[in-house]
């Protein structure tokens, strides 16, 4: 689960979130959308507690992620756009690594091999060293990550980006088995339609505040395309936001 | 946690050919400066024993002479070169391993040459423990310059602490790799420096086992400050190219520079006399005030004069039932003996000086630091051959007195026509020098110890600042 209270961080004299509330629940996904700067990034860091908040909470399964910034990332997976990996060891070697690092160290090579070919990589490509993957097989590694620290929690930025239509709908389809089978998800990204196809919630952020909070179900991917735009319409849209 | 990281960089390395190159070349260095230290030892050990044999042989059939005579025909005092010489030679080189021990004379060998007593605190020879000195910083260095910058550019630091790694984890994984590594130089070199110094042929010092352990003690205290130091160092960096400049030419100083110049600039400050100018003083103040025509030493000798004639309750030398030249000659000595005392312990004293300016170096330079506790240790540092020189002086003397005093008693009214033969000369002893234990090997180096241990401490909060500051850029990004 994850929850934000009250989230407000200022860089300075610049706003980058305000006061954003929002609660993630178990086989939840908020997807956020939003211009570059509108907070989106910001708000992931604030979960991560990467950066303080300036006023209110960020909670991972109950965890406020300030107080215990160890303990509410036991069961959290964060991918980012470019998941960065050692390229002079293995996928199975950067996954044991990194199930290690969270605390797991009883997974058999076995179970390591199965979290990667959940992830959609396959023994053979998983024996091979990190250098030769492509952006894709890294994304499939740091889910295969998630699987092994038994994640429940998601904080997603920008991971469809750059990533071949056949790769991101292989990467959706396990995002959309991990929110089925319980995960939370937060999701920033500026693809509408994988947002719908992704989402329980869409969110529309624009200059640190969520200005627009809708229900997939709801909207057409047409219709989320034209209330998106008109939402950045107005001047402030994405310009004043810093960093986010 | 740590073990992960520890274990994941070591893997990393293994398949870093760079790495691998790096650590290959400088434990070839390593095994090649022990084979050579041990070929080193084992020669000076084969000719001192030939010296001995054979000085010991000419003393003995030396024929019929004046014992005083035989005193200026004089024999030599040897140091042996012991078994941690091959680990680490120190001053072995720089000065004399034999002392002419002469009647009223101190030689100044052990110090040869008087005047580069500060070159022979430059020690850059390749020797296995300078090899870990200067190799093992740069090998920590090429290792962790990229400890946290390099992860920082690649984009893996952020997900490390994602994942809830604690900084400091990562820095203590990537310290227990890197130390790992260079432990395995140190112990490796001292284990094959020990596996030849039980050499046959190569005598042990007092407390060999001990002073090997100390010896690793020392090199995993002064390797750790290089670690923590580049840890630091790389978690303050924003790129890794910054972190190996910085990195670099914090070697240069500590290792190079440091090294070199801090015993010019002693050199400089407080400078040593000359051995020409050194030898000289001592002939003219040790025998002219006795010797001279001068009123002074007239007066001096006619009080020796008096003192004998005292002594044996007579009216004239022809009286004395002893040989009064002896005699005379065993005053004369006494005098100079004093006079040496003063002359030594200003020169020693200069040494101190000297040694105390460059000392005020390893506040740049740990380096300098361990060099002289790593001397102390294996027994060729400057302490050591002091205690050498003046273990020679006392023989010396004690032996010069037998020679006059075999004179004195024996001599009877033949003054220097008195001569002793084969057999006495068979009947005197050799000079057997026993080297001191550790505690008294390492009087002279605790500040040193508590230089090293400041440079530690200071390189554990380099290491910790980074630890608070290096990764919270990483962190708002």
Sequence with gaps: MLEARDLTKFFGEVRALNALSVRIGAGESLCLLGANGAGKTTTINLFLAFVEPTSGSALVNGHDVQLDPIGSKRHLAYIPEQVALYPSLTGLENLEFLAELSGHRDHRTDDLLGFLERAGLDAPAALRRVAGYSKGMRQKVAIAAALARRASAFLLDEPLSGLDPAAANEFTEVLADLRRDGAAILLATHDIFRAMELGTTIGIMKSGELVERLDPGSVTGAELEKIYLESMRGGAAGAGGGPA | ?477
């Design chain 2, 1 to 477: 946690m740590i073990r992960a990281i520890a274990r994941k960089e070591l893997v990393q390395y293994w398949r870093d050919g760079r790495v691998v190159t790096v650590f290959g070349i400088v434990a070839l260095l390593g095994l090649a400066a022990t084979v050579t230290g041990w070929s080193a030892v084992s020669a000076m050990e084969r000719e001192r024993a030939s010296a001995v044999a054979m000085d010991r042989e000419i003393w003995d059939t030396q024929g019929l002479k004046n014992p005083h005579t035989a005193a200026h025909f004089s024999r030599y005092a040897f140091q042996p070169t012991f078994n941690l010489a091959v680990f680490d030679p120190g001053l072995t080189d720089y000065v004399g391993n034999a002392i002419w021990l002469e009647a009223h004379y101190r030689d100044p060998a052990a110090l040869r040459p008087v005047e580069d007593a500060v070159e022979i605190q430059r020690i850059a020879q390749l020797n296995p423990a300078w090899v870990i000195q200067v190799f093992g910083p740069l090998l920590i260095f090429i290792l962790l310059y990229g400890a946290v910058a390099a992860e920082r550019e690649s984009g893996t630091l952020r997900q490390l602490l994602a994942a809830g790694m604690r900084p400091v984890s990562l820095l203590l994984g990537k310290a227990v790799s890197a130390f790992s590594l260079t432990g395995l130089l140190v112990f490796g070199v001292l284990l094959g420096s020990a596996f030849l110094m039980s050499a046959e042929g190569i005598e042990r010092l007092p407390d060999t086992g001990l002073r090997t352990a100390a010896l690793a003690a020392l090199y995993l205290v002064y390797l750790a400050i290089f670690v923590f130091l580049a840890l630091g160092v790389s978690a303050l960096s924003s790129r890794s190219r910054t972190a190996l400049a910085g990195l670099m030419g914090i070697w240069i100083v500590a290792t190079i520079l440091g090294p070199r110049i801090g015993p010019d600039v002693a050199g400089a400050l407080a400078p040593a006399p000359s051995a020409p100018e050194f030898a000289a003083r001592l002939d003219q103040e040790g025998a002219d005030p006795f010797w001279g025509a001068g009123e002074e030493a007239v007066q001096r000798r006619q009080r020796v004069m008096d003192a004998a004639l005292a002594e044996y309750g007579v009216e004239t030398v022809e009286e004395l039932p002893i040989n009064y030249d002896g005699y005379l000659l065993q005053a004369s000595e006494e005098f100079a003996n004093g006079v040496f005392d003063t002359m030594y312990a200003e020169l020693w004293g200069g040494y101190e000086r000297q040694h105390a300016i460059a000392r005020g170096f390893a506040l740049v330079s740990p380096t300098i630091a361990a060099q002289n506790v790593s001397m102390a240790l294996a027994g060729t540092g400057l302490h050591a051959y002091r205690h050498f020189a003046d273990e020679a002086e006392e023989f010396r003397r004690e032996f010069v007195l037998l020679l006059n005093q075999e004179m004195i008693d024996h001599g009877g009214a033949d003054g220097y026509a008195y001569v002793s033969g084969n057999g006495f000369w068979r009947q005197n002893p050799d000079f057997e020098y026993a080297a001191p234990g550790i505690g008294e090997a390492v009087r002279g180096v605790w500040a040193d110890v508590i230089i090293l241990l400041l440079w530690l401490a200071i390189a554990i909060a380099v290491a910790a600042l980074g630890v608070r500051r290096g990764f919270l850029g990483e962190m708002a990004a």
